[in-house]
């Protein structure tokens, strides 16, 4: 046991059950963990009734990634921004782009990754000319221990941090994090319960309240995105009910980026997602009333770039996750002065 707990580090957000139960408090599965027992992320175990991270000294992948990458299009621009992930997710998506890491512990086990301390990651990034730290690949919810401690650092050296999330955190888990959390790109992967429950083994109601709550209760920079999947979540109706409820809730200045899907892991026997599908997509959100609309996986269409939303001029120009021209004024439209939202834009 003393060799084993070397690995580990003791849960935030649970609390002792009876019968020495854990219950996690991490995200919106609430899973009341038996001793002995894994959570649905199948990386937090109910050791002799204490809650521990199994992930947190098992990083799995870190490195410099354009802040486009993420995407986050309206926080810092042109920036790099240290990424950094481990094992595990608390969805099952079957069309996951990162299942041999997202997936590996639900299906057989497997979290593999090296300790690599919150010092070093913060040092890497600062070595690597970084602005922030991104906290993405897999879900980083379930690795909440290693951002808070990476997360805390980062602010104190200047840096900013970013996740790239589900957005199945509790509300609990979002306070915990917004002392230090700068951005987030939630991924609203549909408008149907039907579809989080088939495809991803989660519900839609969580995700809807994640992006209520950070747009209306926190100051953390939001964007979300939509993976088109052929004939699963692109028909008219639902993409109007989707883009109507980013505009009610999360403002019409809430970029949504709708990102190309390619067969992928479980889901294969589809094709990429036709570009007139994308297109028409584009135009319910605009016609939804979002300011910034943005297609993802099509390299070379303008609608990677931004635009103001008054007058039409190109503000942003990208090509790919490169930034090729930066047209703004202390954050305005140089032209008709409009204000374009973001951080540190
Ligand atoms: S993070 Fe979510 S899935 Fe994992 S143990 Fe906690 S409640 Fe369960």
């Known amino acids: 046991m003393a060799l084993e707990k070397e690995n580990l580090k003791e849960a935030v957000l649970w609390e002792a059950a009876e019968g020495k139960k854990a219950s996690c408090k991490l995200c919106a599965h609430r899973c009341v963990i038996a001793e002995g027992k894994l959570g649905k992320c199948c990386v937090r175990k109910n050791i002799n009734g204490v809650l521990y991270s199994l992930n947190y000294h098992k990083v799995c992948s870190a490195n410099p990634d354009p802040i486009e990458k993420k995407p986050l299009f309206h926080f810092q621009p042109g920036s790099s921004s240290f990424s950094i992930a481990t094992m595990g997710c608390n969805f099952r998506c079957d069309f996951c782009q990162n299942w041999q890491i997202s997936q590996a512990a639900i299906e057989d086990g497997r979290i593999d990754g090296q300790a690599i301390s919150p010092e070093q990651i913060v040092a890497a990034a600062v070595n690597y000319g970084c602005k922030s730290i991104a906290y993405t690949y897999t879900e980083p919810t379930i ?203």
């Open 143 to 345: 690795f909440m221990e290693l951002c808070n401690d990476c997360g805390r650092l980062a602010k104190e050296k200047g840096l900013t941090n970013v996740f790239v999330s589900n957005g199945y955190q509790s509300i609990e888990a979002i306070d915990f994090a917004k002392g230090w959390l700068d951005g987030i790109n939630v991924d609203l992967k549909s408008f149907s319960e039907d579809y989080y429950n088939r495809l991803c083994k989660a519900h839609m109601q969580p995700v809807l309240d994640t992006i209520k709550y950070i747009a209306k209760e926190t100051n953390i920079w939001l964007e979300i995105t939509t993976l088109l999947v052929p004939g699963e979540n692109d028909s008219e109706d639902e993409l109007k009910r989707l883009a109507e409820f980013i505009v009610e809730q999360a403002g019409a200045d809430a970029p949504w980026h709708i990102s190309r899907f390619h067969p992928q892991y479980k889901y294969l026997d589809s094709a990429a997602t036709p570009l007139k599908v994308l297109e028409r997509a584009e135009q319910i959100g605009k016609e939804a009333g979002l300011h910034y609309v943005y297609l993802g996986n099509v390299p070379g269409s303008k609608s990677e770039s931004t635009f103001c939303y008054n007058c039409g001029r190109l503000l942003i120009e990208r090509v790919g996750y490169r930034i090729s021209a930066n047209n703004l004024a202390n954050s305005c439209c140089p032209d008709c002065g409009t204000k374009i939202a973001g951080f540190e834009l």
